[in-house]
């Protein structure tokens, strides 16, 4: 097994890890850092499928840079509009159904 | 330097940032002189892509593979014309809006604009990791417009409802776009195109199954719809407009592009009879809690589930059947783009108008609005008649294109969901009309609006309705290379 195919399926491990997380996790902070490890999921496998015959693929970086940028974008976000939600109830959970109104 | 289609992406972003820099008060004139430029801008683009010329800029001179390439094909025309279509009136509305309530528009044209500026880039993305980007920037200006309209906590955790179900979404793609560009070592549209065929990998089966499910979670299509109701139906009217008419289609568009351009050959008949089984279930189950919903705003949403339904019944329509049946659905599901879009930013528009002049939306006490909010309660009836799909609307030539593409491919389970759908359609918009023609209640009191709250929202509904008599126009564009 090549290098790069190590990185992706470890990269696959971690999104699924992520997602896991994202969506069975109550406490916004652990959701938030849920959406980050399913993020560096995605990153890994697309850095770790680019490279061919072990050389780096420049143009793969060039995006997980892009996609880093955008995820501290999204997880900047997500903190402000949790701390916003603590400052309003003081609770760091969504409530369990959305109500009708 | 004066390439429209680099200007339809700038602009937006320029009058954000104004916006941002001079404060609230005066951002939305500077909005709307934008709006007016980018429509003409999104027309001139229509005009040359309908002559036969497909528009590509390569963003700051560097060519595809190292650069970013902008490519206007008729659907990207088709889109931007219907975005800034919709915006420009919405503007008018929105201004006067936050007129009334200036605490819940602080933000609003800043997020209005980034929004928008990431939509057009959306639409004249030519390749996949770019479409993620601007997938991202869509969904958290949309969710900043959730969150800023000053709901209190009921709208941040909406907001935040929101941000994962999008956050999730956009993850899914961007292992999509991470498998395919394993395999291919491509990202662009025209690249990947001719390599995708039936003998593709199993990776890239997987990357089709991961874009698909993290476009339907941004889409709201039924399983993935719970966080679109308190969303749509707990922010401010003018961002409810917005949301519901435009930014659900954006997601939309990028699953329709997908498939037509590059997983066609990939879909088996049977996952298009599940994603036409959904469309069908969303259809039937959201005109149904729409029908029982007791708040105004809150019926416009659901509403706005169940037509979201009726764009899905583009894959059994277009999996492995005649040409003619292809070119129909295609045509009638841009059809009810425009529809929906149009109609149902007249909805909330209406609808906002509504809780600005009693104070709430509650179906029941509703009475008194036909003599007093007479010109709003028409815009409201306008749009309900292209929803439900009577004649001359748009609305109407979209059903009647999918039934003429679903009885030339025989699949006459789609016809009864749309027929019923339709039905179901009519029984919520007439609940409101029941209620509104009642006498007013001696508790209610109507304030007065001021005209810019009632005309915007009336020309977005006859715009829906009298689209249907030039609709050979808009069908021609949208199916122009």
Not at chain 2, 172 to 200: D, H, I, Q
Request: net charge positive; with cysteine.
């Amino acid at each position: 097994m090549s290098t790069g195919m190590i990185f992706a399926l470890a990269g696959a491990a971690l999104f699924v890890t992520g997602v896991a997380g994202l969506v069975l996790q109550e406490h916004l902070l652990r959701k938030i850092l849920a959406f980050n490890v399913m993020g560096s999921g995605a990153f890994l496998v697309l850095v770790g499928l680019g490279q061919r015959s072990g050389t780096p693929d420049p143009v793969p970086q060039a995006m997980v840079l892009t996609g880093i940028v955008v995820s501290v974008a999204a997880t900047a976000l997500a903190l402000a509009l949790a701390r916003q939600l603590f400052n309003l109830t003081g609770g760091m959970r969504l409530p369990r159904k959305a109500p009708d109104d | 330097m004066t390439d429209p289609v680099a200007w339809i992406v700038l602009l937006p972003l320029f009058w954000a940032t104004l916006a941002f820099v001079i404060g609230p008060e005066h951002g939305g004139r500077l909005a709307f002189a934008g709006l007016a430029v980018q429509l003409a801008l999104a027309l001139t683009v229509a005009q040359d892509v309908s002559g036969g010329a497909v528009r590509v800029h390569s963003v700051g001179g560097w060519d595809a593979p190292l650069g970013i390439e902008l490519l206007a094909d008729g659907l990207a025309a088709a889109m931007l014309l219907l975005t800034q279509t919709v915006a420009l009136p919405l503007a008018l509305y929105a201004r006067a809006y936050f007129r009334v309530h200036p605490e819940c528009g602080r933000y609003f044209w800043p997020l209005t604009g980034f929004l928008l500026a990431a939509m057009n880039a959306m639409f004249l993305s030519a390749d996949v990791f770019n479409i993620y980007v601007t997938l991202e920037l869509v969904g958290l200006a949309a969710v900043g417009l959730v969150a800023s309209g000053g709901g209190g906590a009921p709208a941040i955790v909406a907001a935040l409802r929101y941000l994962f179900a999008t956050l999730l979404g956009s993850g899914a793609y961007l292992l999509g776009v991470a498998l395919l560009y394993g395999t291919y070592g491509s990202v662009s549209l025209s690249v990947l195109a001719p390599l995708v065929n039936e003998n593709a990998p199993a990776a890239v089966l997987l990357a089709a199954g991961l874009m698909l499910t993290g476009l339907m979670l941004k889409t709201a299509l039924v399983p993935f719809q719970f966080w679109l109701p308190p969303a749509h139906g707990g922010a401010p009217a003018p961002v409810s407009a917005l949301l519901s008419a435009l930014v659900i289609k954006a997601s939309f568009y990028l699953i329709m592009r997908l498939w037509l351009t590059l997983y066609m050959p990939l879909t088996v008949p049977a996952a298009a009879q599940l994603l036409g089984m959904l469309g069908g279930a969303a259809i039937l189950w959201g005109s149904f809690m729409a029908l029982r919903q007791a708040h105004l705003k809150m019926l416009v949403a659901y509403s706005t589930v169940a037509q979201i339904g009726y764009l899905f019944l583009l894959f059994p329509l277009v999996t492995q059947t005649p040409p003619e049946t292809v070119q129909s659905a295609t045509q009638g599901v841009v059809m009810q783009i425009f529809a929906h879009g149009l109609a149902k930013a007249a909805m909330f528009a209406a609808a906002g108008a509504v809780i600005l002049s009693t104070g709430h939306d509650e179906i029941a006490h509703l009475g008194g609005i036909s003599s007093r909010l007479p010109l709003t309660l028409f815009t409201f009836s306008m749009a309900g008649v292209t929803l439900m799909g009577l004649p001359p609307s748009s609305g109407f030539l979209a059903k009647w294109l999918l039934i003429d593409a679903a009885i030339s491919s025989r699949q006459w389970g789609l016809i009864l969901v749309m027929i019923v759908g339709g039905l179901l359609t009519a029984a919520y918009v007439f609940k409101v009309l029941r209620h509104a023609f009642l006498k007013a209640e001696q508790s209610t009191t109507f304030r007065r609006l001021p005209r810019m709250l009632e005309w915007p929202a009336f020309i977005l509904a006859l715009a829906s309705l009298l689209l249907g008599l030039r609709a050979g126009d808009l069908v021609n564009l949208a199916v122009a290379p």
